[in-house]
């Protein structure tokens, strides 16, 4: 059966430290990968999108990397701040459609 | 982009009844999308609407419990038919642009007693 992991419920860092997040899956072979941030009470909000053909992707202090060979994505927080409490998604696009992780609610201390 | 919004915001609902959600978006969209996020849980796709056509809808869901509504590019409706305390949940919509990605809603929040 499909599924997709995402390595914790929760993440607890230090301010300033790099958060890094896992997402597995396996029969699935997405065509792309995203990223998305959800805050309580609030829908999710897209971050990085990369294809599978991309190795990483990078957007600010956010960096994604992609491996279909090991079916796993990392998702990393540089320089984490406060601001970037919040859970977050990994989603597959299969088609159009797209099925999402269970989310790693990642806090960060000042 | 794409700025949505969605009606209500929360409602609390006696088991039996149904309820409508309104979807609304800034732009003209082609698919419009309907997700279930249980509590503690992740987000579960219900359904995919296209405009002008029946909806095409996820396993374990169906179009008596769950009928869809897309009259134009830019609106949707979801009703949630002769609920149950299992339906309590966050219902949210989104829409696909051009890139892929999707753009939620807020989100609206049932709780069925």
């Known amino acids: 059966s499909q599924k997709i992991e995402q390595n914790s419920e929760a993440l607890n860092i230090q301010e300033g430290k790099t958060a890094t997040l896992t997402c597995n899956y396996t029969n699935y072979s997405p065509a792309y990968l995203q990223w998305y941030r959800q805050d309580p009470g609030r829908g999710p909000v897209f971050l990085l999108l990369i294809r599978e053909n991309e190795k990483e992707k990078r957007k600010e202090r956010l960096k994604v990397t992609f491996d279909t060979t090991l079916k796993q994505s990392l998702f990393h927080i540089t320089a984490s701040q406060p601001a970037d409490s919040a859970t977050y998604l990994c989603a597959l696009a299969s088609d159009y459609k797209l099925s999402f992780g269970a989310g790693t609610t990642v806090t960060v201390r000042a | 982009s794409a700025v949505i919004s969605q009606k209500p915001s929360r409602d609390i609902c006696q088991r039996g009844t149904s309820l409508t959600i309104q979807c609304q978006v800034d732009s003209q969209v082609t698919m419009m999308f309907w997700y279930r996020q249980q509590p503690g849980q992740s987000l579960t796709l219900i359904a995919t609407?296209?405009?002008?056509?029946?909806?095409?809808?996820e396993s374990g869901f169906v179009i008596d419990k769950f009928p869809i509504s897309r009259p134009n590019l830019t609106f949707s409706t979801l009703t949630v038919s002769n609920m149950s305390p299992e339906d309590s949940s966050i219902y949210l919509c989104?829409?696909?642009?051009?890139?892929?990605?999707?753009?939620f809603g807020p989100g609206t929040r049932l709780t069925v007693l």
């Open positions: 609407a296209n405009q002008g056509s029946e909806a095409t809808y």
């Open positions: 989104s829409v696909e642009s051009g890139g892929n990605e999707q753009f």
